[in-house]
């Protein structure tokens, strides 16, 4: 029997000896890449299982496969004991496999209510949709589990946390035996993540398998009962969570210990301003904001939610409008609302978005990457091709970018490896400032300091490096100053020497 | 200092701001301004004769309209619909001449329809090539096989059934045109479809965002199939009209038709990128051409005048619309 989140007692009990979901010996290839290679994954009703790896490890194959995404190439599936065949979405809700992915899957036009019930509308007399009772179970369904969501707002109206909170709504919103999460707390705030965690145990105690996929060491080290870790496509190790310390499930996750996860190589910051921003105000956030960076310092800008960091990022690369303020890029005044001078002053910006505002998914890899600097390759107008595979290719190789080719499309590639690739375009452009804005979202642990150690070394490389995070951690490891925002303003920059986390956290809330 | 409070602060949009937000509406406002200026500017237009008289006019487009605006809806164009109109004429005509039944005459114009329905369906749907290129070929396809077959010579229905003269220029309680009233049924109906069916809101879904459908558990290629055998059994709805009007099946019947669609469809503020839009908003386009043309002509302007004005009215209203979401966005 399958329980309903919403209405828990009209489930019969769960046979808590066979497992939910059992997976084995699972194989996927892709053109180039065997993702995943015999892998076993097993599913204990009333279980909440933690799935993790590092960038390309499987973790997100393998949850496409269970739902229903891809089809693999060998392996069996069973629920409950039984065989099934699972070869569309379609396949897989019917099972009852409900899965929240990391990429928010909504359609935008539609109402919050209704993208709730997407896949299976409740219909009254004669067929037709019941949209009171769509309107009334939504609200009671987040009332249930304490997010606070309008049902019936246009849903791409939303910040990116609370359609998050759709997200996760909507696998609660039928019957279901497993449910998978994919980095379902990457937009959330501290308390929005212990009511999701409440939902869980509440998930998992109905006998509902839990799968829990997250970067977030303490995240897994509250929740979970079990760990899976994954490795370049291969099963690792399945434990039970008391077994593992930090370093025990880094360990298996990248197979050597990560010593120093900020590894810092550059020197001293330079005493040449290289970026100034005097008395910036946005429409909608920024009020009065003001700040210099030096080139070869990494300049770390925190703040809660809605502080204002992305709409800071923006403004001063010229992403977005301003209505007041002056922004200098290398002694050069920035005209607002400019990106083409940006470019050409040199800052550009490493956006929080990479699927829509940073890479092109559909074009190879040697495409994005040289997007900012084509008129360096130009002959007569045309791009000289072997001059510009020639230069990405270096880059891939510096970088150690994963990819099978130069012409394989960049959606493909793992986050940790597409974010590099963005890098790429804007060191190839020759730029003076960088501007980062959560570097490292939707990157696990051994990417990650991958890309710290990128970072460190643009700083080296003397560009001004401006970071926008929300990572205590991230900030207080590489930044040589902290600059703390709240509400759309500046409260506090402060050197890493006399920054504590009680300090920024103080400035922060304001 | 509060984290909460800033948000109330913003200013609410004004009354008349949120009453333009909502497209139809902003459409009724346009036609009733419309129907204004020409009842002053031209005499007889406000009367019933010629009012009902422009709704059986419009009953052509807004018929087939219903099936442009859900394939466009799905996410997809259909671009065939004005040599459907010429085509599905053949077996209506030379059936009913054959065995004298119109029951049998329409069975085969639907029949056809369905075909091409079909084959447009199957061809974007299951065989992935872009359905702008499809509708395309089919068009120019059934354009050169009406060309062909007729020798350019009108086939005459010969005939000459009541109940099938009667879909030209019959009116129920002697005000509204029989073809106007099937237009009117055919709209209620897939309006509610559109709004309170699954089926419909799939079509939404599909076309807002294909991905998402696929993985909310929808079949997107037989939703797609489907719309395009809805648009092209509508088009032969309105295909059947028109041979009624016109008595005859014609090569040159429907040409250019199926972009006085697309343009009172876009004008309706249906999207050509999918999932936005509605079948009012469709309808509504529909009735500001029409009124339009009338009362142009009305006031004695040529033709040619009412083709450039009305270019311009359509790519005037989607600029409007593109600010509108523009700002609504924030941008």
Redesign the interface.
């Known amino acids: 029997m399958s329980v309903d989140f919403l209405h828990p007692e009209k489930g019969a009990a769960i046979d808590t000896n066979v497992p939910a979901l059992e997976l084995r010996g699972i194989d996927k290839r892709f053109p180039g890449v065997v993702a995943l290679d015999n892998v076993d994954f097993i599913l204990e009703p009333g279980k909440i299982h933690a799935l993790m790896g590092e960038n390309g490890a499987g973790k997100s194959t393998l949850i496409k496969i269970i739902a229903g995404v891809y089809g693999k190439d060998a392996g069996t599936i069973r629920m409950r004991g039984r065989e099934v065949d699972i070869k569309s979405p379609r396949d897989s809700l019917k099972e009852g496999i409900k899965v929240v992915f990391q990429e928010i899957a909504l359609i935008s036009e539609f109402t919050v209510a209704e993208n709730i019930f997407l896949e299976g509308y409740p219909t009254g007399r004669a067929g037709s949709i019941d949209w009171k009772k769509i309107r009334a179970d939504s609200a009671a369904l987040f009332d249930r589990i304490g997010f606070n969501v309008d049902p019936s707002a246009r849903t791409g109206s939303l910040p990116v946390s609370q359609q998050q909170m759709v997200e996760i709504a909507r696998a609660l919103a039928h019957e279901a035996r497993v449910v998978v999460m994919d980095e379902p707390t990457s937009s959330l705030t501290p308390n929005e993540v212990s009511l999701l965690f409440t939902v869980i145990r509440r998930l998992a105690a109905l006998g509902i398998a839990v799968v829990y996929v997250s970067h977030k060491l303490d995240e897994v080290f509250e929740i979970a009962d079990t760990v899976t870790v994954l490795r370049d496509g291969r099963h690792i190790s399945t434990r039970p969570i008391g077994e593992h310390t930090s370093d025990t499930l880094i360990q298996d996750m990248i197979g050597r210990r990560i010593d120093n996860l900020f590894p810092r190589k550059r020197g001293a910051a330079g005493s040449k301003i290289a970026l100034s921003v005097e008395k910036l105000s946005t429409a909608k956030k920024l009020n009065d904001v003001s700040f210099e960076a030096r080139a070869g310092e990494v300049l770390g800008f925190f703040g809660l939610m809605g502080a204002g960091r992305t709409e800071l990022a923006k403004a001063i690369v010229g992403y977005d409008p301003i209505t007041a303020g002056t922004i200098t890029v290398d002694g050069s005044r920035l005209a607002p609302h400019d990106t083409r001078t940006g470019v050409k002053l040199g800052i550009g910006l490493l956006t929080e978005d990479r699927k829509s505002e940073g890479l092109m998914g559909e074009l190879p890899v040697y495409q994005n990457a040289s997007l900012a600097s084509l008129g360096a390759f130009a002959r007569l107008g045309f791009v000289d091709k072997a001059s510009e595979h020639r230069a990405v290719q270096d880059y891939v190789d510096r970088f150690r970018i994963k990819t099978p080719s130069l012409f394989q499309q960049v959606k493909n590639l793992s986050g940790g490896n597409q974010q590099k690739v963005l890098i790429a375009r804007w060191l190839m452009r020759g730029l003076k400032v960088i501007v980062v804005d959560e570097p490292t979202r939707g990157i696990d642990v051994g990417a990650k300091s991958e890309i710290f150690a990128l970072i460190d070394r643009l700083a080296g490389e003397g560009l001004a490096v401006i970071m926008m995070t929300s990572e205590m951690p991230e900030l207080l490891g590489l930044a040589d100053r902290i600059a703390v925002m709240c509400e759309g303003r500046l409260t506090a920059i402060m050197s890493r020497e006399e920054a504590t986390q009680e300090k920024i956290l103080n400035a922060a809330i304001g | ?1 509060s ?1 909460a409070g ?1 948000a109330s602060a913003k200013a609410q949009p004004s009354m008349l701001a949120r009453l333009f937000a909502r497209q139809e509406l902003a459409l009724l406002v346009c036609l009733l301004l419309v129907l204004a200026f020409f009842s002053v500017t031209v005499e007889n237009f406000f009367s019933v004769r010629n009012l009902t008289n422009v709704l059986g006019q419009a009953s052509l487009p807004l018929i087939a309209g219903i099936g442009c605006a859900v394939v466009f809806i799905s996410g997809e164009v259909d671009i065939s619909i004005g040599s459907l109109l010429a085509t599905i004429a053949l077996p209506l005509i030379i059936i009913m001449n054959d065995t004298n039944s119109l029951l049998l005459g329409i069975s085969g114009a639907l029949l056809f329809g369905l075909i091409i329905g079909l084959v447009n369906g199957y061809l974007t749907a299951y065989a992935g090539i872009n359905s702008l290129i499809v509708t395309l070929g089919t068009m120019f396809i059934m354009r050169g096989g009406v060309y062909l077959y007729t020798g350019q010579r009108a086939i005459p229905d010969d005939a000459s059934l009541d109940s099938f003269i009667a879909l030209s220029d019959g009116r129920l309680f002697n005000v509204l045109p029989y073809s106007a009233v099937i237009a009117i049924v055919l709209l209620a109906a897939f309006a509610y479809v559109m709004q ?3 089926f419909g ?1 799939q079509i ?2 599909v076309g ?2 294909q ?9 997107v290629r037989r939703v797609k199939f489907i719309c395009f055998i809805i648009s092209a059994l509508l088009a032969t709805v309105a295909g059947i009209i028109l041979a009624a009007r016109v008595g005859s099946a014609q090569h040159t019947a429907g040409l250019n038709f199926e972009f006085q669609v697309v343009a009172a469809t876009v004008l309706g503020g249906v999207s050509l990128a999918g ?2 839009g509605s079948l009012t908003g469709m309808a509504l386009g529909v009735l500001i051409l029409q009124f339009l043309s009338n009362g142009l002509r009305g006031l004695g302007l040529p033709t040619e005048w009412q083709l450039v004005i009305t270019g311009m009215i359509i790519i005037a209203a989607v600029a409007f619309d593109e600010a509108k979401r523009r700002r ?1 966005n ?2």
């Open positions: 200092m984290l800033t309170h069916r699954p809101r939404y879904a807002g965002n991905e998402v459908a696929r993985l909310a558990g929808y079949d999932g936005i609504a924030g941008g």
